[in-house]
């Protein structure tokens, strides 16, 4: 499995992104996708995920109602909508994915085997 992360840039607070990430793999629509970001001296933590092919989403309390995680199994992408955009959103987003995750699992880093190189989000004040 191979991801791909882009979409990221500078951006003023209260901008709008949106974040791709395409993968490889004829199963793409039944793979649980999560995004995780990791600020500068901060732990990578879970931001959102789409959950196998049912397509159920799952937020941090941090972004939800401002970001939404979407895919299009046409064409192998998941995005990641980012809007109303706060200076502490800034960080390198990373996709991932693993053919094994469970749904309890699904906001823990260590639970994703599989990771895009990622893509740098700034937000500026």
């Known amino acids: 499995v191979q991801l791909q992360a882009s979409g990221g840039g500078l951006v003023q607070a209260g901008g709008s992104l949106r974040l791709s990430c395409a993968a490889s793999?004829?199963?793409?629509?039944?793979?649980?996708i999560g995004w995780f970001r990791q600020a500068p001296g901060k732990e990578r933590e879970f931001v959102a995920a789409?959950?196998?092919?049912?397509?159920?989403?799952y937020y941090a309390d941090s972004v939800r109602g401002r970001f939404t995680i979407s895919r299009d199994n046409a064409k192998n992408t998941v995005y990641l909508q980012l809007n109303s955009l706060r200076p502490e959103d800034t960080a390198v987003y990373y996709c991932a994915t693993d053919p094994s995750i469970i749904l309890s699992s699904i906001r823990e880093s260590r639970s994703y085997g599989y990771w895009g190189q990622g893509t740098l989000v700034t937000v500026s004040s």
């Open positions: 793999g004829r199963t793409f629509s039944r793979q649980t």
């Open positions: 789409i959950f196998r092919s049912g397509g159920s989403t």
